[in-house]
């Protein structure tokens, strides 16, 4: 399966700044990258679908504005967290899929755990 | 709206047999999937379903039915590293996976 990998892993930043968190696909060419939000204890939550070369869709709710997403390679997409604030405090997982080979099956990465003080 | 609705816990004993139920609804069904979770960790997938009927992989299976809005997951032989989180997810036709509310399965000796 594809090895998906992000930065950082963690990290704790001070209300009203902005955060950047990236993912990558290490092994093969992602056009498609998808974000997640995950809350203790609760399900994930899709934000939006990246794609590769164009704009991404987010889901009904998300904040495009607040949430940027950006999908500039095939093996890199990165999400910025804008004027974050305690409620942005989440974990953050991001998934590809091989829609080529294996459609159904979505690889994720490891998270990146945000605290926002 | 889409919605899959899971049980919050489950609770079963090392060497059993356990099945968690995923209900759902939603429009555009395309498939139904499952994946595990430990805590802190990355989802980690499981199962899929397309069809009705029963999917097997090793000590899990899957089971799907359309007519019914229906799937599970069933785990046999159950150990202690079966503890964690499942979701069934819904996908629709572009590969977009919706997840269901999840279970805690906790394994006791």
């Known amino acids: 399966g594809a090895v998906v990998s992000q930065h950082p892993s963690w990290v704790i930043c001070k209300s009203g700044t902005s955060v950047k968190i990236e993912c990558r696909s290490l092994d093969f060419q992602a056009t498609t990258m998808f974000w997640y939000r995950q809350f203790p204890k609760q399900s994930l939550m899709l934000m939006a679908t990246?794609?590769?070369?164009?704009?991404?869709?987010?889901e009904q709710g998300v904040e495009k504005d607040k949430f940027l997403i950006n999908h500039a390679s095939l093996t890199l997409s990165t999400l910025t967290v804008t004027s974050a604030h305690p409620e942005d405090s989440s974990f953050y997982i991001c998934?590809?899929?091989?829609?080529?080979?294996?459609?159904?099956?979505?690889?994720f990465g490891p998270g990146t755990r945000l605290t926002v003080t | 709206g889409q919605s899959l609705e899971q049980p919050s816990e489950v609770t079963a004993v090392e060497g059993a047999i356990v099945q968690i139920n995923c209900t759902y609804q939603t429009s555009g069904f395309y498939g139904l999937s499952w994946y595990q979770q430990h805590d802190g960790g990355a989802p980690t997938f499981l199962s899929y379903?397309?069809?009705?009927g029963l999917e097997e992989t090793g000590r899990f299976s899957s089971f799907l039915s359309r007519s019914d809005s229906y799937g599970y997951l069933l785990l046999q032989e159950l150990q202690m590293k079966d503890s964690a989180s499942y979701f069934c997810?819904?996908?629709?036709?572009?590969?977009?996976?919706?997840f269901g509310s999840g279970t805690r399965l906790l394994v006791r000796p």
């Open positions: 379903n397309a069809l009705d």
């Open positions: 990246s794609n590769e070369g164009s704009k991404a869709t987010y």
């Open positions: 997810g819904w996908m629709d036709s572009s590969y977009k996976l919706i």
């Open positions: 998934s590809v899929s091989d829609r080529i080979l294996i459609h159904y099956e979505q690889y």
